[in-house]
């Protein structure tokens, strides 16, 4: 079949218009549209970033924690030397451990009460104490001053500083049966009813496998020494604080995920 000649242009034009649609439609499509992420994606991709830079340091433990020691001589270290008192043998067991970024704060007083205690709280607080190392009670007993008086300032104590944010470690006391069994008794009791009440960890008693042994304590037979302090230490307080440490540090960077997050979302 022959065809005019502008009859064989028209023809030309139109296969040519539809090769190019049909190639058009072969194309692959572009890597802009194939992989591009959506806004939302982006978002959550960027979010847990954050949260895994903030979650996952080289080393968690290297997380900066206060800890206030509070309390009378028997925290002060009357007797020993400075850098073997409880709080400083207590800073370089936790540095051995890892935990190289905690302060442990020596705030004893020795002759303290619990109602001195009290009177000096506004000061020690100034410290900003992640968690706080409450020993304190000895000295009242000395004095025979009613339980009742000290189980009161213990727990306003605790929840001062509670309110500040401070996680709290009780040491529980002990004393000798010269009071009458009565006395002796209710004061015992009342530490692990507090820790109770308060939610507080408990170290149940404070000299345990120190106090009465004549090789570990001072002349006074009253005082550690520094191997009695060890024993304190590494017996008695690492394996009720460590626990608390480590649940300070998960909280303390669960915050600064949080923080993250929400500094994230306000740029936004």
């Known amino acids: ?50 949260q895994n830079q903030a ?9 900066p924690i206060t800890i206030l020691a509070l309390g ?16 400083a043998q207590l800073q370089r067991a936790l540095h051995q451990k890892g935990y190289k970024n905690i302060q442990v704060i020596n705030s004893g007083l020795s002759g303290e009460t619990s109602t001195g205690m009290i009177n ?27 339980v009742a008086i000290v189980d009161k300032n213990i727990r306003t104590a605790i929840a001062r500083l509670q309110n500040d944010g401070s996680v709290i470690v009780l040491g529980g006391m002990q004393i000798y049966d010269n009071l009458g069994s009565d006395y002796v008794n209710a004061f015992s009791k009342m530490y692990p009813k507090i820790a109770n009440d308060t939610g507080s960890a408990l170290i149940p008693f404070f000299l345990e496998g120190v106090a009465a042994d004549r090789k570990l304590n001072q002349a006074d037979a009253i005082h550690p020494t520094a191997e ?33 997050e929400s500094s994230y979302e306000k740029k936004q």
């Not at 024993?231 to 669960?254: E, R, W, Y």
């Open 1 to 50: 079949m022959r065809l005019k000649n502008g009859n064989t242009q028209l023809l030309t034009v139109t296969l040519i218009a539809a090769l190019g649609v049909a190639l058009s439609a072969c194309q692959p499509k572009s890597s802009t549209d194939n992989n591009q992420p959506s806004a939302d994606s982006q978002s959550t991709t960027t979010k847990t970033n954050l």
């Open 228 to 260: 009695g302090y060890k024993i304190v230490v590494n017996s008695n307080i690492l394996p009720v604080l460590v626990p608390v440490i480590d649940s300070t540090i998960q909280q303390k960077q669960a915050q600064k995920n949080d923080n993250l």
């Open 55 to 63: 979650a996952s340091p080289n080393d968690v433990k290297l997380t």
């Open 120 to 146: 000096r709280l506004d000061w020690v607080a100034q410290t900003h104490p992640d968690i706080t190392i409450l020993t304190i009670g000895a000295n009242d007993a000395i004095r025979g001053i009613d």
């Open 72 to 87: 009378d001589s028997l925290t002060e270290g009357l007797g020993v030397a400075s850098d073997a008192n409880y709080p």
